[in-house]
Structures are given as C-alpha cells and as structure tokens.
C-alpha cells in the first residue's frame, strides 16, 4: 500500500502509483458526478491498480471524468506537438510536387525525355 497514494473528494479523484525509486503515475480527475468518498474502496495488485468509486446517487455516468460547456474533458492531454506550429500538410505536398517538376534529370531520364 505504500506504493499507491489516492485521494478523494466529492467530485475529485487523485491517484498516485510509485512505479520504482525515480518513477511516480499521477492520474488527477475531476470527476462527472459525486462519489461517496467514505464508502469508496481501493487496492493494489502485481499487475494493477483497483478503484472502486461508490455513487452518491443512482445517476449513469456517461463517462469518469467532467466535460466542460464545450462537450471536452477538462484534463490536458500530453502531446510531443504543443510547441510547434500544426503542419499544413497540403502546403507540404505542394512544396514537394513543384521541386520535382523543377528537377533536371539526369542521365538515362533525361535521353528518355528526347524520345
């Protein structure tokens, strides 16, 4: 048990798993609708982690996690592309199809191109 530290709110679920020395898997969420933190139950296993989140009310969550207004979980996804500019990919294509049209064959390509 010293290996997993969870946390629990109404609405709040926060759980963190010591993977080795240097390595911790920290999973914050805000959660869809209440929980009773009380009667809410966790364990840890050689192979995974289990939580049990017992419903304040007999509500169907569509999902774990909290939308916003706009129908987005609230939770930052990791991305390698959060400091670049996004690609425009047809520009690139276009960029790629005019430099070979500008390229002069050479050798057999270009004594096919006189017949």
């Not at 009667?39 to 169907?60: C, D, H, P, W, Y």
Request: glycine share 4%; aromatic share 6%.
């Amino acid at each position: 048990q010293e290996k997993l530290q969870v946390v629990l709110g109404e609405q709040h679920l926060k759980v963190t798993v010591k993977i080795d020395d240097s390595t911790d898997y920290t999973i914050d969420l805000i959660l869809q609708h209440l929980i009773n933190p009380d009667t809410s139950t966790n364990q840890i296993f050689k192979t995974k982690v289990e939580i049990r989140l017992m419903k304040a009310t007999g509500v169907r969550w569509d999902s774990l996690e909290s939308k916003d207004e706009a129908g987005v979980n609230q939770r930052a996804y990791p991305s390698s592309n959060i400091s670049r500019d996004p690609v425009d990919w047809d520009k690139v294509e276009a960029e790629v199809v005019k430099e070979d049209a500008e390229d002069k064959k050479e050798g057999d390509a270009a004594l096919n191109e006189l017949f």
